[in-house]
């Protein structure tokens, strides 16, 4: 068993042949479109888990920190494949 946190790395020993490793959809969408990796979903339906963002109180109405937020979450929604509001 081998542990990284580099996204490049993990991907590099799976497309060798010298790894598996479970990531989000969105994390490995460039690599497996371009046919380095084969994505495979865990489950029938796959995993799927609600990221949340947190902040202290007293930031809130902190006119810098809506617009990091709302930045954020538009970047992340027209950016990332498969990211999407939760309903």
């Known amino acids: 068993m081998r542990t990284s946190e580099l996204t490049v790395m993990m991907m590099q020993l799976v497309a060798s042949g010298r790894g598996v490793c479970g990531m989000p959809h969105w994390a490995l969408h460039e690599y ?3 046919g380095y990796v084969k994505a495979k979903r ?3 339906k796959g995993l799927f888990a ?3 963002a ?3 109180a ?3 109405d902190a006119p810098y920190m809506r ?3 709302l930045t ?3 970047t992340s929604f027209s950016t990332l494949d ?3 509001a939760v309903r």
């Open 50 to 52: 609600t990221l949340y």
């Open 67 to 69: 617009d990091f937020l």
């Open 58 to 60: 007293d930031m809130l």
């Open 82 to 84: 498969g990211v999407s």
């Open 42 to 44: 865990l489950g029938e």
């Open 32 to 34: 497996s479109s371009r």
């Open 54 to 56: 947190g902040i202290r």
């Open 72 to 74: 954020a979450k538009d």
